[in-house]
């Protein structure tokens, strides 16, 4: 189903860049673990509302695993980032409030010493929509679910478009003005994904559907729009 959808917008002031908070530890035998016997270290951060964060971990001795938990208990999981040995998940904060991280190792095999560093952005301007995959919504040749969302982009600096998909594995589909099209899978359950690009002036198109055939559920697209610096 086409949804050309009157969106929640939010301009907000555009705030400074914080300072990165930089975190030296090491994992070992006294940490407490995760499920699957992997040990891990907590660290927390406050942010606003519509602020972009970067959570970033790295090790020369393991293989690092990254969990960035919102303050409603929604995860986003990194494990090896763009292929390397570091953990990075860069998101916007749906939520204002404190956030947890869960610096940790890929197996419990793992320990060693790590950086962890917080990098929080300037606040944006963002839009959100709020939608159902369900039968009544048009399907994919392979029999996928999807809506499709407009957006009206004035901007020209950065764009991240995020889904947060409940109780299915969502999947992106987004279509720039020039005609660019970005497809990303949201990762899992009850996770979020952002898709950053360069912003353009004009529609954008998104499509929002799931990785698998008859898959339905909710879904949360956040929409957000930065300033040229």
Avoid: C, H
Avoid at 10 to 16: D, Q, V
Avoid at 44 to 51: E, N
Avoid at 206 to 218: E, I, L, Y
């Amino acid at each position: 189903m086409t949804r050309f959808l009157p969106l929640s917008l939010a301009f907000l002031a555009a705030s400074a860049a914080a300072q990165p908070t930089v975190y030296n530890g090491t994992l070992d035998a006294q940490d407490p673990v995760r499920p699957g016997g992997a040990s891990y270290d907590a660290y927390t951060f406050d942010v606003r509302a519509d602020q972009p964060v970067t959570v970033r971990m790295q090790s020369e001795t393991f293989d690092t695993y990254l969990i960035v938990r919102s303050p409603s208990g929604v995860e986003t999981i990194s494990d090896d980032f763009e292929g390397t040995m570091i953990s990075q998940v860069d998101l916007i904060a749906t939520e204002a409030g404190r956030w947890t991280v869960w610096a940790s190792a890929y197996s419990a095999t793992y320990t060693g010493d790590y950086t962890l560093t917080i990098r929080p952005g300037s606040v944006g301007r963002s839009r959100l929509v709020q939608g159902r995959l369900d039968r009544q919504d048009e399907q994919a040749i392979k029999g996928e679910y999807y809506d499709t969302l407009t957006f009206d982009s004035r901007g020209d600096g950065e764009v991240i478009i995020q889904l947060t998909s409940l109780g299915f594995y969502g999947f992106l589909v987004v279509t720039a003005p020039d005609g660019t099209v970005t497809r990303i899978s949201a990762g899992g359950q009850e996770q979020m994904q952002t898709v950053p690009m360069t912003n353009q002036r004009g529609e954008w198109r998104v499509d929002v559907t799931t990785d698998s055939p008859n898959m339905v559920g909710a879904y949360d697209v956040r929409f957000t729009e930065f300033d040229r610096q």
